[in-house]
């Protein structure tokens, strides 16, 4: 896959996996794994990224003695998910465009 696509894709991902229920890295992994690859080292730069275009916010929880950060979307968030469903249309639009003849083949 493209890299600059899966990026973006990666960013909707992690709205999407926060969005009913606020959550933390290993588990926004776990709950993305089995859908798009994705490790811890990549997850983190992409929440600190969402968070600085304020589409996210942190905030910490006591955990077994130790702070773990939790993540939360904002309503710019959910207005980007808003957005990239719209243009998703778009692009399945062209998708069936370029797939038109294999279609016809089958």
């Known amino acids: 896959m493209d890299i600059q696509m899966k990026r973006g894709l990666l960013d909707i991902c992690v709205l999407s996996s926060i969005k009913s229920k606020d959550s933390y890295g290993y588990k926004i992994v776990k709950d993305i794994k089995p859908y798009i690859s994705i490790s811890e080292s990549t997850l983190y730069p992409i929440l600190r990224r969402l968070e600085a275009a304020e589409m ?5 929880v ?3 003695g130790r702070l773990r950060k939790y993540y939360s979307i904002t309503e710019k968030g959910l207005e980007r998910l808003r957005e990239f469903k719209n243009e998703w249309q778009e692009i399945m639009s062209v ?5 038109r003849e294999d ?3 089958e």
């Open 103 to 105: 279609e016809a083949n």
């Open 62 to 64: 006591e955990h077994n």
């Open 95 to 99: 998708y069936h465009y370029i797939t």
């Open 56 to 60: 996210l916010t942190v905030y910490n």
